[in-house]
């Protein structure tokens, strides 16, 4: 079946880049997709990337895509201590309608 | 407001007493689906419904039953609770896959625990 992968946990300061890497298997990813969950909130999502783009910017996410190596990743430019939240990165496949994938989510902390 | 609405959003129980958790959308969207969220495993499916009275086993889906009669609404049902079921639970719903991007709508979860 499909797997995703994230690191745990990163943390940056305030006012640094982020960069939150993803792992997947499933080479028929059509879109992926990075949610953020507040504490004590629901996923929201935050940005998506189809899988024939490279990259997408969206004022301060940067989303890269490594099709060859299966590999995406969310740059947050400009950390703020309100970017402190879990991240996690999902796919869907073609096979499954609907379904998405989540990985273990990376936990981002923002120091002052 | 568009929304999923879930119920209770806490809950503490004992082993063996069924319970439901009750979930809602208002986006008339024909897919929903239950994750459970443990620390150190992300989410996992346990059932999903592409719509009216169709429903499938996601993942996880041990010791859950989901029951889709309206298309609105998609309960979890723990007929039999066990403390393994202590977890993060989140109803979500999108509309079916190939429509737009396929984002899913969250709802804030329900954290059950069974002692």
């Known amino acids: 079946g499909e797997d995703v992968e994230q690191s745990l946990f990163l943390s940056v300061r305030e006012g640094d880049s982020s960069v939150i890497n993803c792992t997947y298997t499933?080479?028929?990813?059509?879109?992926l997709y990075w949610y953020k969950q507040e504490p004590g909130a629901g996923l929201q999502l935050l940005t998506y990337i189809f899988s024939n783009m490279d990259m997408k910017q969206d004022q301060r996410l940067t989303v890269l895509l490594n099709k060859k190596d299966k590999h995406l990743s969310l740059r947050i430019a400009d950390t703020q201590t309100g970017d402190s939240a879990i991240y996690f990165c999902a796919e869907r496949d073609t096979g499954t309608a609907s379904k998405l994938t989540f990985g273990t989510g990376t936990r981002l902390q923002v120091t002052l | 407001e568009a929304q999923v609405t879930q119920n209770p959003r806490y809950l503490i129980t004992v082993t063996g007493k069924k319970l439901t958790v009750t979930c809602s959308q208002n986006m008339n969207h024909e897919y929903m689906s239950w994750y459970r969220q443990d620390p150190g495993l992300g989410l996992r499916q346990i059932y999903y419904?592409?719509?009216?009275?169709?429903?499938d086993k996601g993942d996880v889906p041990e010791g859950y039953k989901v029951s889709r009669k309206e298309k609105r609404n998609f309960p979890l049902i723990l007929e039999s609770p066990s403390p393994n079921q202590t977890s993060l639970y989140f109803c979500a719903s999108s509309l079916p896959g190939g429509r737009l991007t396929g984002e899913l709508f969250f709802g804030e979860g329900s954290r059950l625990t069974v002692l």
């Open positions: 419904s592409m719509n009216v009275e169709v429903t």
């Open positions: 499933d080479s028929s990813s059509t879109y």
